[in-house]
């Protein structure tokens, strides 16, 4: 069975920093495309970050994230990170870790599944 745990939210003024982790376990880690992904209140589930599998050679990004987030994976770790720079109010969320449910190439983000519990990210203007 595939866990993931996400933590390293916190409350950040904007034009701060914080970094995510996610640490999974049940599953060949280094097989598996990741992704990041965040709820606000009142608004739906969005896609973030996703990260190919193996080294990680594919990365995609929310417009809204470009230039200021970056994904990462330590296959060593079992671990997948989310660098979030420059952030602002509106990154404001719960972000969730989750995983490809098949192995292999390819980001197939809307078939990303096995939800970590979310971390709370709060950036205050």
């Known amino acids: 069975q595939v866990q993931l745990v996400e933590s390293g939210g916190g409350v950040v003024q904007a034009g701060g920093s914080l970094r995510l982790s996610c640490a999974a376990s049940?599953?060949?880690?280094?097989?598996?495309?990741l992704g990041w992904f965040r709820q606000a209140p009142g608004k739906e589930r969005e896609f973030v970050a996703a990260?190919?599998?193996?080294?990680?050679?594919?990365?995609d990004y929310a417009d809204s994230v470009k230039g200021r987030f970056t994904i990462s994976r330590n296959n060593v770790k079992n671990t997948v990170y989310l660098q979030m720079n420059s952030l602002k109010p509106e990154d404001t969320a719960v972000y969730y870790c989750?995983?490809?449910?098949?192995?292999?190439?390819?980001?197939?983000?809307?078939?990303?599944?096995?939800w970590g519990q979310g971390t709370q990210v709060t950036v205050s203007s």
């Open positions: 989750a995983a490809d449910p098949s192995p292999g190439p390819g980001l197939r983000i809307g078939s990303f599944g096995s």
């Open positions: 049940g599953l060949t880690f280094s097989r598996y495309a």
């Open positions: 990260i190919s599998w193996n080294g990680g050679a594919s990365t």
